[in-house]
C-alpha cells in the first residue's frame, strides 16, 4: 500500500527553521517526481517545491525561493523541505506528494508549521 508519511512539523518563531521529511514506502521511489504543496487558512492549496525523480530539476514557488531547499534521498525514500528564515505567512498545513505522469498521483495527510511570535 502506498504511504506518504510527513514528519518535522511545529511551531517556530519568525526567522526560525525547520525541516519536513516524507517517507515514502509502496511505489517505486526514483520513478516519481516529488513536490511540497502548503495550503494556508482560507487559501487554496498551492505548489511550494518540486524536484523531478533523480533529483536533476527543481522548482520553488517565488514567495519561497532562497529560503528553502527540497532534497530527495532515493536510498532513504524519503523527501526533505529545509526551510530557513520562516516568516508568519508561511504558517500551512504542508503536504507530500508523489506523482508519475498523469495517472499516478499520491499524497500524504499533511504537516502543520506553525510561525508565530
Known amino acids: 500500500q502506498v504511504q506518504l508519511v510527513e514528519s518535522g512539523g511545529g511551531l517556530v518563531q519568525p526567522g526560525g527553521s525547520l525541516r519536513l521529511s516524507c517517507a515514502a514506502s509502496g511505489f517505486t521511489f526514483s520513478t516519481y517526481a516529488m513536490s511540497w504543496y502548503r495550503q494556508a487558512p482560507g487559501k487554496e492549496r498551492g505548489l511550494v517545491a518540486f524536484i523531478s525523480n533523480f533529483g536533476h530539476n527543481t522548482y520553488y514557488e517565488e514567495s519561497v525561493k532562497g529560503r528553502f531547499t527540497i532534497s530527495r534521498d532515493n536510498v532513504k525514500n524519503t523527501v526533505y523541505l529545509q526551510m530557513n528564515s520562516l516568516k508568519p505567512e508561511d504558517t500551512a498545513v504542508y503536504y507530500c506528494?508523489?506523482?508519475?505522469?498523469?495517472?499516478?498521483?499520491?499524497w500524504g495527510q499533511g504537516a502543520q508549521v506553525t510561525v508565530s511570535s
Open positions: 506528494n508523489a506523482r508519475s505522469g498523469v495517472r499516478n498521483d499520491y
